[in-house]
């Protein structure tokens, strides 16, 4: 009941196409839905994050949807760029308590 | 910008033998953490620490680990007796506060090899 299940784990998409991640959970009791980008060689730094009282966040070219009946929640990344390959990670927590459970990792290239 | 520091970067151990990996949190943090990935695996939480004790820590966190804050500015894990299926990137993280307002700061990680 812990788990994040994150989907696909590798995605390639076009310059200027859109990149989509999707996360599901099962614990009800979440209520913070971060997502981290890591490059080769660095740490997890957030990108963006959530909570369940709105269904969307946008910043820049980054939005999280999120839809709290289906207990899914997804990154779209809109006119993806050779720099935004990375892994990509979803995470949700407990407001409160301080651990981040994480997704499996989407690896995403951007092909020029 | 403000970062989190960890030593080393890369460790290579006989199994059985003590490790500490070390880190240097964002100054004015208040709440650690130690995160660990397997090559290829997701990033698991280890323990959070808060006003010198541990807060929560998860059942990876055995008595084989230790963490402990041994100045202002030093945060350290200690593995007494390394295993080779401990042999993973370890992360450290900071928060100035908790929760969703409370964002974790990631260091660039210590990389552990046990042979």
């Known amino acids: 009941q812990q788990q994040v299940k994150q989907s696909p784990q590798s995605l390639i998409v076009q310059k200027g196409g859109i990149s989509i991640i999707n996360c599901a959970y099962e614990n009800t009791a979440f209520d913070y839905f971060p997502w981290y980008q890591q490059f080769p060689g660095k740490g997890p730094a957030l990108l963006i994050a959530?909570?369940?009282?709105?269904s969307e966040k946008k910043e820049g070219r980054f939005t999280i949807s999120f839809n709290k009946s289906a207990k899914q929640f997804s990154l779209h990344i809109m006119d993806s760029q050779p720099g935004d390959s990375a892994t990509y990670f979803c995470?949700?927590?407990?407001?409160?308590?301080?651990?981040?459970?994480f997704g499996t990792g989407t690896r995403l290239l951007v092909s020029p | 910008e403000p970062e989190v520091t960890q030593t080393p970067s890369h460790q290579v151990t006989q199994m059985g033998q003590e490790v500490i990996l070390r880190c240097v949190p964002i100054s004015n943090h208040l709440y650690f953490y130690w995160y660990r990935q397997i090559l290829g695996q997701k990033v698991e939480f280890l323990v959070s620490?808060?006003?010198?004790?541990?807060?929560?820590k998860s059942e990876i966190f055995d008595d084989q680990f230790s963490v402990e804050r041994p100045d202002g500015s030093n945060f350290t894990l200690k593995i007494r007796s390394t295993k080779l299926e401990d042999s993973a990137m370890y992360f450290c993280a900071s928060s100035r506060r908790q929760g969703a307002s409370g964002e974790l700061f990631f260091g660039e990680g210590s990389r552990l090899t046990v042979l």
């Open positions: 620490f808060y006003n010198n004790e541990i807060s929560e």
């Open positions: 959530i909570r369940p009282d709105v």
């Open positions: 995470a949700a927590s407990i407001l409160g308590f301080q651990k981040l459970v």
